[in-house]
T-cell receptor
Framework: EDKVVQSPLSLVVHEGDTVTLNCSYEVTNFRSLLWYKQEKKAPTFLFMLTSSGIEKKSGRLSSILDKKELFSILNITATQTGDSAVYLC???????????????FGQGTILTVHP | KAGVTQTPRYLIKTRGQQVTLSCSPISGHRSVSWYQQTPGQGLQFLFEYFSETQRNKGNFPGRFSGRQFSNSRSEMNVSTLELGDSALYLCASYEGGGRVDTQYFGPGTRLTVL
């Protein structure tokens, strides 16, 4: 069965700090890994990673995937109070059979950024 | 493009009742996946539809069912509600054409079972 484990489960930092969120996974026939941000409502898409070693960046956020070691990290630099949210990591297996449309999520990391 | 929409946003039901939730995907998307989110279990996959066909189903009892219409809109139904069905129900849409693409989530329906 596919499995995703995120760490830490919660993190409290001050504005301006840099944080690293971790996601390790086990999935048969890996297709992609996705990061989402959830603030009391729908998860909003951050990144999709399919290739190992290629960093995706968006402003202060960046993410990279290591397919050999089966993990990904999400970095947030110069954190702001608006970054406070739950960050979810999910994996998708190659389409087919019991994999169609199914994202397997980790427990999430609760990030709290204090002013 | 308009995002994924879900109705209603909030629902309060009592045990034993049934409920129907609706999801309208992003225009052009043919696939809809449904998830249940609870504090204890996190986000769990319910089922996925593509072109009116259910292609995949998660490990939920038969009380949970769904369907998809020709315009790609989807509904899910929960019959004989139990207290443990209280959750945020999220749907996500994506193109579904077979290539790698991203699932975009709607705002969810918060179901409370009393």
């Amino acid at each position: 069965e596919d499995k995703v484990v995120q760490s830490p489960l919660s993190l409290v930092v001050h504005e301006g700090d840099t944080v690293t969120l971790n996601c390790s996974y086990e999935v048969t026939n890996f297709r992609s890994l996705l990061w989402y941000k959830q603030e009391k409502k729908a998860p909003t898409f951050l990144f999709m990673l399919t290739s190992s070693g290629i960093e995706k960046k968006s402003g202060r956020l960046s993410s990279i995937l290591d397919k050999k070691e089966l993990f990904s990290i999400l970095n947030i630099t110069a954190t702001q109070t608006g970054d406070s949210a739950v960050y979810l990591c999910a994996v998708e297996a190659r389409a087919g059979g019991t994999s169609y449309g199914k994202l397997t999520f980790g427990q999430g990391t609760i990030l709290t950024v204090h002013p | 493009k308009a995002g994924v929409t879900q109705t209603p946003r909030y629902l309060i039901k009592t045990r034993g009742q049934q409920v129907t939730l609706s999801c309208s995907p992003i225009s052009g998307h043919r696939s809809v996946s449904w998830y249940q989110q609870t504090p204890g279990q996190g986000l769990q996959f319910l089922f996925e539809y593509f072109s009116e066909t259910q292609r995949n189903k998660g490990n939920f009892p038969g009380r949970f069912s769904g369907r998809q219409f020709s315009n790609s809109r989807s509904e899910m139904n929960v019959s004989t509600l139990e207290l443990g069905d209280s959750a945020l129900y999220l749907c996500a849409s994506y193109e579904g054409g077979g290539r790698v693409d991203t699932q975009y989530f709607g705002p969810g329906t918060r179901l409370t079972v009393l």
